[in-house]
């Protein structure tokens, strides 16, 4: 009898607890956009002549975003989007740019801080990147053109997402958003047979978009 006691306790525990789990679950879709300051890294980095400057690029980011915000102050969020990375070496008038184009997949935990219409909030989470294109493009040198580099370039380019931001609720079933992060990437992008060198890609982006509380 102590038993059947104790499993029909357990089963109305259940019966409680997962209502008021669901009553705490809210989803949201959405757009974002902003900027993305772009470089890449190479280890061991090779020597530039004194002439020559090196920098990222700058470019925009375009994408959308689906949110699972559960129990209160916790959420998750698939975020795919479009961007561009690289990084630029100049002399002069001469200017070779190297870049890749990629669709991303960025799955992000989130916490969220405080309530009301004002909700600061930090995230992590892996950033796995679809390499669609990746080319060098030479600028101011007499010999001016693109090489496609897809054949000695990693197809996948994965990586790990951290930063924060908040989100201002402008309305009850809309919030707008603003946050800046940093993604490390992980993954040797340079698959040339025989180089031994790794080729990875890092950025800081600072985005702003709208959620549509569902």
């Known amino acids: 009898m102590t038993k059947f006691r104790n499993i029909l306790l357990a089963l109305c525990l259940v019966s409680v607890s997962v209502p008021y789990s669901f009553s705490q679950t809210q989803f949201g879709l ?64 001469a200017k070779q740019t190297v870049s890749t184009s990629q669709l991303e997949l960025p799955l992000h935990f989130k916490v969220k801080f405080l309530k009301g219409s004002v ?28 090489t496609d580099l897809k054949n000695t370039t990693s197809s996948t380019d994965f990586g790990l997402d951290f930063g924060g931001g908040a989100e201002f609720k ?3 079933n809309i919030a707008i958003t603003g946050d800046v992060r940093y993604t490390l990437g992980l993954s040797n992008l ?22 549509f509380l569902l």
């Open 119 to 146: 909700r600061p909030f930090a995230f992590v989470g892996p950033n796995l990147g679809i390499v669609l294109t990746a080319k060098s493009k030479l600028e101011g040198t007499g010999n001016d053109g693109e």
């Open 30 to 93: 959405g757009l974002r956009t902003g900027i993305d300051f772009s470089t890449i890294s190479f280890d061991p980095e090779a020597p530039l002549a004194p002439t020559v400057t090196k920098s990222g690029l700058t470019t925009f980011v375009i994408g959308a975003v689906a949110e699972l915000q559960f129990a209160g102050m916790f959420a998750a969020e698939i975020e795919p989007r479009y961007i561009l990375k690289g990084i630029k070496y100049e002399s002069g008038a």
């Open 170 to 172: 402008v309305a009850s």
């Open 190 to 211: 340079d698959t040339t047979p025989g180089i031994t060198s790794t080729t990875k890609t890092r950025g800081f982006q600072i985005l702003f978009g709208a959620l």
